[in-house]
């Protein structure tokens, strides 16, 4: 079964580098997440990504943010210069063209900052 | 903004009894999903409700959706051990707010 594969499974790096998280979303889907989810807390949206645009930002997704689809099948996520309080869970989500919108998420990122 | 409230946030469960979980949401969608979470892992797809009155069930949970009341409920029937988890619920269609999540445990 086709599923969102992400890597790494945890990243640790040191407040102000920068990040990059990866993502290969199922191969037939067309629109494109992230999310994040602090520990213990609840899974928050970031960005929509479609037709190789940004669709939707949160407000959490500001300057220090950004994605991108370089190749066909990654899709990225970049933290310019990591905060403490980036330190989360960030999943990548994806769905195909369809009126369900369901989304398939992958097993997550787990980044600590320091 | 759409706020999606869930309630209770911790439920301590018997093993063999009914339960139910319910998400309330502040403006008017058509399509709710539920999701199961074990910790430290993802999210995993219980059930998309898409229509005012679905019901779905699968083995021991069930869900409905009321969007004239703005509500979904996720019925536990005779709890057992390894429904123990974190269920969250989403609403939305484009992008997804989640509500705050219930975790679950079940007791013997």
């Known amino acids: 079964e086709p599923e969102v594969t992400q890597t790494p499974s945890h990243q640790v790096t040191q407040m102000g580098q920068e990040v990059i998280l990866r993502c290969v979303p199922i191969?037939?889907?067309?629109?494109f997440y992230w999310y994040r989810q602090i520990l213990g807390q609840k899974v928050e949206f970031l960005v929509s990504?479609?037709?190789?645009?940004?669709?939707?930002k949160s407000e959490i997704f500001d300057d220090q943010f950004s994605v991108e689809r370089p190749d066909g099948s990654n899709f990225t996520l970049k933290i310019r210069s990591t905060k403490l309080e980036d330190s989360a869970m960030y999943f990548c989500?994806?769905?195909?063209?369809?009126?369900?919108?369901?989304?398939?998420f992958g097993p997550g990122t787990r980044l600590t900052v320091t | 903004e759409l706020k999606v409230e869930q309630n209770p946030l911790f439920l301590s469960m018997q093993e063999g009894k009914n339960y139910t979980i319910y998400c309330n949401y502040s403006?008017?969608?058509?399509?709710l999903y539920w999701y199961r979470q074990d910790p430290g892992k993802s999210l995993e797809s219980l059930f998309v409700?898409?229509?005012?009155?679905a019901v779905k069930q699968e083995g021991r949970l069930m869900a409905s959706l009321d969007t004239k009341a703005r509500l979904s409920t996720l019925h536990i029937t005779a709890a057992v051990h390894d429904l123990s988890a974190t269920y969250f619920c989403?609403?939305?269609?484009?992008?997804?707010?989640f509500g705050a999540g219930t975790t679950v445990t079940v007791r013997a």
């Open positions: 989500a994806s769905r195909e063209r369809s009126s369900v919108y369901e989304q398939y």
């Open positions: 191969s037939n889907h067309l629109y």
């Open positions: 990504f479609y037709n190789n645009e940004i669709s939707e």
């Open positions: 403006t008017t969608s058509d399509r």
């Open positions: 409700l898409l229509s005012n009155g």
């Open positions: 989403a609403v939305g269609g484009y992008k997804l707010s």
